[in-house]
């Protein structure tokens, strides 16, 4: 599975939130792009997307939100990390000083062949191991 693209947790986050309006639009068009394959997702960010949505959302019905969620999110190629994967995330912890997350998910953006991050998180017009990353939102 290769894209030129890969989104980061806050971005898919942000395209169900309601609250930002302008961020939400913008992540949503991104989201529509990794619908249509043109983006990747890594199991991280599956994890990420509902450990948030499980332990910040008091609403009792956060359970069936993040069902929907996760149903929304089932045509986007996924990144399964493996020991490459967490061998290269020591590599950018190593290299870059980040945090071993964050290696995770550069790992598997360059595993996937992207040649960009979309996050609001990561160091916006820093490149890894050649993959750039950059903030929809800036």
């Not at 190593?94 to 997350?101: C, I, K, P, T, V």
Request: proline content about 4%; aromatic content about 8%.
């Amino acid at each position: 599975m290769t894209a030129d693209e890969f989104l980061d947790t806050n971005i898919v986050l942000y395209a169900f939130d309601a609250r930002v309006p302008r961020k939400q639009i913008i992540a949503q068009e991104l989201l529509r792009k990794a619908v249509r394959t043109e983006c990747v997702i890594s199991v991280q960010v599956l994890s990420e997307i509902s450990n948030t949505i499980l332990r910040k959302l008091t609403v009792s019905n956060s359970i069936d939100l993040l069902r929907e969620i996760l149903d929304q999110l089932q045509p986007v190629p996924t990144v399964c990390p493996d020991e490459r994967i967490v061998r290269r995330a020591v590599d950018c912890r190593e290299r870059y000083g980040l945090h071993f997350y964050d290696g995770m998910i550069i790992a598997a953006a360059e595993r996937a062949g992207c040649k960009r991050i979309w996050s609001e998180d990561l160091n916006s017009g820093q490149e890894y191991f050649g993959v750039k990353v950059e903030n929809p939102f800036a």
